[in-house]
């Protein structure tokens, strides 16, 4: 295919593609713009649900042990591996 070249109006033609292709890329800053929007509004709610349900888990957790609410943070050595937590029975010195 052959394209043929017309000297009319040759530098309008250019400038003619670069607004086009500024128009293009407004429009496209645009979208992208309201799909950060949306899909942020969207993670935020993913994160509100998923705060949600920790609560309620750790409020049904805690209302099966009887209102004890246990937390275990990660720095801390776990009952299952420490050989100095006390087991049921065991008594306690808290004399000082």
Known sequence: MQVSETHIGGQSIASNAGLAAFEVAVQQQ??????LERV????????DDL???VEE???RKA????????????DEPTASGD??????????????
Not at 40 to 47: A, D, G, L, P, Y
Not at 67 to 73: A, L
């Open 51 to 53: 705060e949600r349900r």
């Open 30 to 35: 645009e979208r992208f713009e309201e799909t």
């Open 40 to 47: 942020s509004e969207k993670q935020s709610e993913i994160v």
């Open 57 to 59: 888990t750790r409020e």
């Open 83 to 96: 050989d100095n937590t006390e087991k049921r029975g065991n008594t306690v010195n808290v004399d000082a």
């Open 63 to 74: 209302a099966e042990r009887g209102g004890v609410d246990i937390v275990v943070r990660a």
